[in-house]
């Protein structure tokens, strides 16, 4: 069973920036697409960026604010996010063995991000 284990969330003004990480138990490059979901109170869980090899999915509410990339060597996905807003106070969660940009066999427990307006 492959595990995920997120780090790197917290309280942070808006404006700031944090960097989410993503520690995987097998090799991420093995892992196909991995991802970074989020989910907010009260709504659905929301994929916010998702990579493979060198492509790149970024929903439009992050786009131009959060990068997302990997390092295979160390098996780490992380998730840059700079320009934070109130709104994107989430749980955040590593998803890894993507079958599409959707579709995931593998998750974390996640990781509480919250910025402050």
């Known amino acids: 069973q492959v595990q995920l284990v997120e780090s790197g969330g917290g309280l942070v003004q808006a404006g700031g920036s944090l960097r989410l990480s993503c520690a995987a138990s097998?090799?991420?490059?093995?892992?196909?697409?991995m991802a970074w979901f989020r989910q907010a109170p009260g709504k659905e869980r929301e994929l916010a960026a998702a990579i493979r090899w060198s492509t790149t999915y970024y929903a439009d509410s992050v786009k131009g604010r959060f990068t997302i990339f990997r390092d295979n060597a160390k098996n780490m996905v992380y998730l840059q996010m700079n320009s934070l807003k109130p709104e994107d106070t989430a749980v955040y969660y590593c998803?890894?063995?993507?079958?599409?940009?959707?579709?995931?066999?593998?998750w974390g427990q996640g990781t509480q991000v919250t910025v402050s307006s």
């Open positions: 998803a890894g063995g993507g079958k599409s940009w959707f579709e995931y066999d593998y």
């Open positions: 097998a090799r991420t490059f093995s892992m196909n697409a």
